[in-house]
C-alpha cells in the first residue's frame, strides 16, 4: 500500500520546509510514503528546497496555471507512479501533519474513497468573523448541491483512494475543492470527514486577493458544478418558474377579460405569452443539456477505463525497472 503526499506550491520557499518536515514517515496500514509537490510556476527556489528536503517528485509549471491545474496535475503524477491512496496538504502548514494518518484510516478499512479534514472554524483565531460566516454558508450550500453532509466543503487537507482519483474531473480553473465534492456526491462516491487540527498562521491565503472575489467565485464554481452535474432539474426549475409567471399572468388577463376589461390588460397578456415562450424554450434547453449530460457520463467512464490502463501500465513498467 503506497501513499503520495503531494503539496501545491506556489512560492513556498520561506514555508515549505516547515510543511514538509510535519509531513508523517510512518502510518500502520501504509508500507511506503512518498512525497510530491506541484511547483506551480513559483519564482522563488521553492524547488530547491523541495530537492534539498528529499521529495521524491517535483511537477513544475513554467507559469502560474492555478489551483485546479495543479491539483490534478499532480494526481496524474501520484496515479502514474502507483499510488493507492493520495492525500492534498498545503505548503504553508496550515493543517497538522499527524493527522494525516486520521484522513487515510477511512480509506484503509474501506469505509470511504474520499475523505476531507473538518476544521475548528470557529475556533480558528486568524479566520474572521466574515469569513467564518462564510466558510459555512459556503460548506451549506456545496452540501445542498452535492447531497452530502461534507461540513467544510472548502478544505483542501483530503486524501483520495486510488479509484476515486481516477475518475475526479475539474474544469473550473479556481479551485478543486467545490467541484469535486458536488462531482463526488451527485456521482454517488463513498465519501466523508474526519475532524482535524489546524497550525497558526504562517502567511496570508494567495487563493483569493478579497473576500467579495472568493465568494463571487465560489458560487459561479458551485452553480456550474450544478448545472453539469443535474442539468435536468437545474434548468427545469428556471423553466417552472417562468412557465408558472406566465400562466398567472395569462390568467389575470384572462379574469379581467371576463369581467369585459380585457381590451385595458393587452401588456399582460404579451407579458404572459412571452414568459411562456421562455419557459417552454428553458425546458427543451433542460431537455439538450441531460442527453448531454449522459453522454458525458458515458465519456467519463471511458475516461476511467484508459487512465486505469494507462496509469496501470506505467506503475507495472516502474515496478519492473526497479526489480531489475
Same mark, same amino acid.
Given at each position: 500500500?503506497?501513499?503520495?503526499?503531494?503539496?501545491?506550491? #506556489?512560492?513556498e520557499?520561506?514555508?515549505?520546509?516547515?510543511a514538509?518536515?510535519?509531513?508523517?514517515?510512518?502510518?500502520?496500514?501504509? %508500507?511506503?510514503?512518498e512525497?510530491?509537490?506541484?511547483?506551480d510556476?513559483?519564482?522563488?527556489?521553492?524547488?530547491?528546497?523541495?530537492?534539498?528536503?528529499?521529495?521524491?517528485?517535483?511537477?513544475? /509549471?513554467?507559469?502560474?496555471?492555478?489551483?485546479?491545474?495543479?491539483?490534478?496535475?499532480?494526481?496524474?503524477?501520484?496515479?502514474?507512479n502507483?499510488?493507492?491512496?493520495?492525500?492534498?496538504?498545503?505548503?504553508?502548514? =496550515?493543517?497538522?501533519? %499527524?493527522?494525516?494518518?486520521?484522513?487515510?484510516?477511512p480509506?484503509?478499512?474501506?469505509?470511504a474513497?474520499?475523505?476531507?479534514?473538518e476544521r475548528?472554524?470557529?475556533?480558528?483565531?486568524?479566520?474572521?468573523?466574515?469569513?467564518k460566516?462564510? =466558510?459555512?454558508?459556503?460548506?451549506?450550500?456545496v452540501?445542498?448541491?452535492?447531497?452530502?453532509?461534507?461540513?467544510?466543503?472548502?478544505?483542501?487537507?483530503?486524501?483520495?483512494?486510488?479509484?476515486?482519483?481516477l475518475?475526479?474531473n475539474?474544469?473550473?480553473?479556481y479551485?478543486?475543492?467545490?467541484?469535486?465534492?458536488?462531482?463526488?456526491?451527485?456521482?454517488?462516491?463513498?465519501?466523508?470527514?474526519?475532524?482535524?487540527?489546524?497550525?497558526?498562521?504562517?502567511?496570508?491565503?494567495?487563493? /483569493?486577493?478579497?473576500?467579495?472575489?472568493?465568494?463571487?467565485?465560489?458560487?459561479?464554481?458551485?452553480?456550474?458544478?450544478?448545472?453539469?452535474?443535474?442539468?435536468?432539474?437545474f434548468? $427545469?426549475?428556471?423553466?417552472?418558474?417562468?412557465f408558472?409567471?406566465?400562466?398567472?399572468?395569462?390568467?389575470?388577463?384572462?379574469?379581467?377579460?371576463?369581467?369585459?376589461?380585457?381590451? $385595458?390588460?393587452?401588456?399582460?397578456?404579451?407579458?404572459?405569452?412571452?414568459f411562456?415562450?421562455?419557459?417552454? =424554450?428553458?425546458?427543451?434547453?433542460?431537455?439538450?443539456?441531460?442527453?448531454?449530460?449522459?453522454?458525458?457520463?458515458?465519456?467519463?467512464?471511458?475516461?476511467?477505463?484508459?487512465?486505469?490502463? %494507462? #496509469?496501470?501500465? %506505467?506503475?507495472?513498467?516502474?515496478?519492473?525497472?526497479?526489480?531489475?
Open positions: 500500500m503506497k501513499l503520495i503526499i503531494q503539496v501545491p506550491c #506556489y512560492n520557499a520561506e514555508t515549505l520546509e516547515i514538509l518536515n510535519d509531513l508523517p514517515k510512518h502510518i500502520d496500514g501504509i %508500507d511506503e510514503i512525497y510530491l509537490i506541484i511547483n510556476g513559483s519564482a522563488d527556489n521553492t524547488v530547491e528546497v523541495a530537492k534539498k528536503w528529499g521529495v521524491h517528485y517535483v511537477v513544475n /509549471f513554467k507559469q502560474n496555471k492555478g489551483l485546479a491545474k495543479g491539483f490534478m496535475a499532480g494526481l496524474d503524477a501520484c496515479l502514474r502507483g499510488a493507492d491512496i493520495i492525500v492534498n496538504t498545503d505548503a504553508d502548514n =496550515q493543517y497538522n501533519g %499527524d493527522d494525516i494518518e486520521k484522513l487515510v484510516r480509506i484503509l478499512d474501506e469505509k474513497d474520499i475523505v476531507i479534514g475548528p472554524i470557529d475556533n480558528t483565531a486568524h479566520f474572521s468573523p466574515l469569513k460566516k462564510l =466558510q459555512h454558508f459556503g460548506s451549506w450550500t452540501r445542498v448541491a452535492s447531497k452530502s453532509d461534507i461540513p467544510d466543503a472548502p478544505s483542501g487537507f483530503r486524501a483520495y483512494s486510488r479509484e476515486a482519483a475518475r475526479l475539474v474544469v473550473n480553473e479551485t478543486y475543492t467545490l467541484e469535486t465534492i458536488v462531482q463526488a456526491g451527485r456521482t454517488k462516491m463513498a465519501m466523508t470527514s474526519v475532524p482535524i487540527r489546524t497550525n497558526p498562521e504562517l502567511r496570508k491565503s494567495r487563493l /483569493f486577493s478579497s473576500m467579495f472575489g472568493y465568494v463571487k467565485r465560489s458560487m459561479v464554481t458551485i452553480v456550474r458544478s450544478f448545472m453539469m452535474y443535474k442539468p435536468l432539474k434548468f $427545469g426549475i428556471i423553466g417552472g418558474i417562468l408558472a409567471l406566465g400562466l398567472a399572468l395569462g390568467i389575470r388577463f384572462l379574469v379581467y377579460y371576463g369581467m369585459g376589461a380585457g381590451s $385595458g390588460h393587452v401588456q399582460s397578456l404579451i407579458l404572459a405569452s412571452t411562456l415562450l421562455m419557459g417552454v =424554450q428553458t425546458f427543451i434547453i433542460a431537455l439538450q443539456a441531460d442527453i448531454i449530460a449522459a453522454n458525458r457520463k458515458i465519456l467519463e467512464d471511458v475516461q476511467y477505463h484508459v487512465r486505469k490502463i %494507462d #496509469y496501470d501500465n %506505467d506503475a507495472k513498467n516502474k515496478e519492473d525497472k526497479e526489480s531489475k
